[in-house]
């Protein structure tokens, strides 16, 4: 199934701070408020240093889509240092999501994709892949629930194409996805149940 960009669910962040595009969210009558979801997707705009919301019971992995980049603290425990670590462009980011965390930007505003899974009851798996022009990319979806996300580019999937912003969703499998007339950049989720 192909998820428009423009289909997406504006919410505003728990923290009130800002606004995130809700891509996929699982059960469907789950919400972000409730916190009832087994694992969601989205994505935002970053645009100043800024608190995390939390999310008890979930994991999240974060990748920033564009731009510099940003730095993440935590703070596992109350009185402790900081743990801080700088977060680059398309490297995916795993933290709790049940610990204050805040982030800065390296140098301007950022988007990210963000992964919400329950806490040993979902496993995740996410990479970001490069397909150059023209070429076939065979993606050996191993998950119960598997995503693509266009990070860049155009890609011709079994159901249609994608372009920036959209993504493809499918069960596991062998999935032959094309690269148009340029590099297509794309970032790969697979979500497992533990059950």
């Given at each position: 199934?192909?998820?428009?960009?423009?289909?997406?669910?504006?919410?505003?962040?728990?923290?009130?701070?800002?606004?995130?595009?809700?891509?996929?969210?699982?059960?469907?009558?789950?919400?972000?408020?409730?916190?009832?979801?087994?694992?969601?997707?989205?994505?935002?705009?970053?645009?100043?240093?800024?608190?995390?919301?939390?999310?008890?019971?979930?994991?999240?992995?974060?990748?920033?889509?564009?731009?510099?980049?940003?730095?993440?603290?935590?703070?596992?425990?109350?009185?402790?240092?900081e743990d801080v670590n700088e977060v680059p462009p398309r490297q995916p980011y795993e933290f709790p999501?049940?610990?204050?965390?805040?982030?800065?930007?390296?140098?301007?505003?950022?988007?990210?994709?963000?992964?919400?899974?329950?806490?040993?009851?979902?496993?995740?798996?996410?990479?970001?892949?490069?397909?150059?022009?023209?070429?076939?990319?065979?993606?050996?979806?191993?998950?119960?629930?598997?995503?693509?996300?266009?990070?860049?580019?155009?890609?011709?999937?079994?159901?249609?194409?994608?372009?920036?912003?959209?993504?493809?969703?499918?069960?596991?499998?062998?999935?032959?996805?094309?690269?148009?007339?340029?590099?297509s950049v794309l970032l790969l989720v697979s979500l497992s149940s533990f059950e």
């Amino acid at each position: 199934m192909i998820l428009k960009r423009t289909d997406y669910k504006r919410s505003t962040w728990k923290n009130g701070l800002g606004h995130t595009d809700e891509i996929e969210i699982y059960p469907p009558t789950a919400s972000l408020v409730k916190g009832d979801f087994l694992w969601r997707l989205s994505s935002a705009r970053i645009e100043k240093a800024s608190p995390f919301s939390l999310f008890p019971a979930h994991e999240r992995v974060l990748v920033v889509l564009n731009g510099a980049g940003i730095r993440m603290a935590h703070t596992f425990e109350p009185g402790e240092p900081e743990d801080v670590n700088e977060v680059p462009p398309r490297q995916p980011y795993e933290f709790p999501g049940d610990i204050q965390s805040r982030c800065e930007l390296i140098d301007g505003p950022i988007t990210d994709f963000s992964v919400f899974s329950r806490t040993g009851e979902v496993g995740t798996e996410v990479r970001v892949e490069t397909i150059a022009t023209g070429e076939d990319f065979i993606w050996r979806a191993e998950g119960k629930w598997n995503f693509a996300f266009l990070i860049e580019g155009a890609i011709e999937t079994p159901e249609g194409q994608l372009d920036q912003g959209d993504a493809y969703s499918t069960g596991p499998g062998e999935v032959v996805l094309h690269s148009g007339s340029m590099n297509s950049v794309l970032l790969l989720v697979s979500l497992s149940s533990f059950e």
